[in-house]
């Protein structure tokens, strides 16, 4: 499955933002998707995952309460809503696709978008 993550850019602190992430292809609803971010020097981390019927979805703890990730299997597409943006979300955020396993962990996704950079001014 082919990946592309779009909706970045350049923000002020408390603002909002919607990253959108469309897959090419017919079996998007197999796949466990989810949110990636990594920082300048950072490693990467997860932020948001939804599983394959659209429910329930995951949250890292930093991003818990502020974002909301959902997904529209007609459209192959999952989404990122953004929201009471701060600095420190500042990152390349990648969309993947994982047939199973761990949505917590970066190494149980098998295929990756190419990354939409958000920036968050203070």
């Known amino acids: 499955v082919q990946l592309q993550a779009s909706g970045g850019g350049l923000v002020q602190t408390g603002d909002s933002l919607r990253l959108s992430c469309t897959a090419s292809g017919r079996t998007f609803s197999r796949y466990v998707m989810g949110w990636i971010r990594q920082a300048p020097g950072k490693e990467r981390e997860f932020v948001a995952g939804i599983s394959r019927s659209g429910a329930p979805s995951y949250y890292a703890d930093s991003v818990q309460g502020r974002f909301a990730c959902s997904r529209d299997n007609a459209k192959n597409t999952v989404y990122l809503q953004m929201n009471s943006l701060k600095p420190e979300d500042t990152a390349v955020y990648y969309c993947?696709?994982?047939?199973?396993?761990?949505?917590?962990?970066?190494?149980?996704?098998?295929?990756w978008g190419q990354g939409t950079l958000v920036t968050v001014s203070s």
């Open positions: 993947a696709a994982s047939m199973g396993g761990n949505l917590y962990a970066t190494t149980s996704y098998d295929y």
